[in-house]
């Protein structure tokens, strides 16, 4: 499988902050990128998918990629209590296969 | 339901039994796969079906573990002679198509082999 690798939490922000998630990957020739929110005890849920270079908003999430520099990051603007979950980033490996990082867990105060 | 189920959600089991794992996928998903999900990790591909045909297996663990979807539906995960090691989420995800990367989870089966 293909490494992909997301900056070591937790991270903590306040409530109302600006979280910022950011993940690499090793494969160039990846070319779909996921962010999952995974709740304590609970599966994964899809949060966003971006597919091509530049900024991808929903809502309160903007998922932001760059293919020449193997990046891709989740901001999560407004953060409330409900936002603090572990955050997983996955890449396409093959033609369906994803490979997934560690997570990163954020914790918004209150 | 219209999501992904599994069960048992929980499965505590002794070491070297057999366990039997369910999944029963949202209705009409192509694909389905199942990912092992050690505690502080993410998942990790054990094994790819499209439809009743298990394209892939590469990440299965070792020859204890046995994945099959007959009618291209539910499927099971077997692991036989369960060892320490197998403990972990077991967590089934579909998508609609082929080649679709947007995988739907189930909860998940904890299974600790004590």
Partial sequence: ?110 | GAGVSQSPRYKVAKRGQDVALRCDPISGHVSLFWYQQALGQGPEFLTYFQNEAQLDKSGLPSDRFFAERPEGSVSTLKIQRTQQEDSAVYLCATSILPGSYEQYFGPGTRLTVT
């Fill in chain 1, 1 to 110: 499988q293909k490494e992909v690798e997301q900056n070591s939490g937790p991270l903590s922000v306040p409530e109302g902050a600006i979280a910022s998630l950011n993940c690499t990957y090793s494969d160039r020739g990846s070319q779909s990128f996921f962010w999952y929110r995974q709740y304590s005890g609970k599966s994964p849920e899809l949060i966003m998918s971006i597919y091509s270079n530049g900024d991808k908003e929903d809502g309160r999430f903007t998922a932001q990629l760059n293919k020449a520099s193997q990046y891709v990051s989740l901001l999560i603007r407004d953060s409330q209590p409900s936002d603090s979950a572990t955050y997983l980033c996955a890449v396409n490996d093959n033609d369906y296969k994803l490979s997934f990082g560690a997570g990163t867990t954020v914790t918004v105060r209150a």
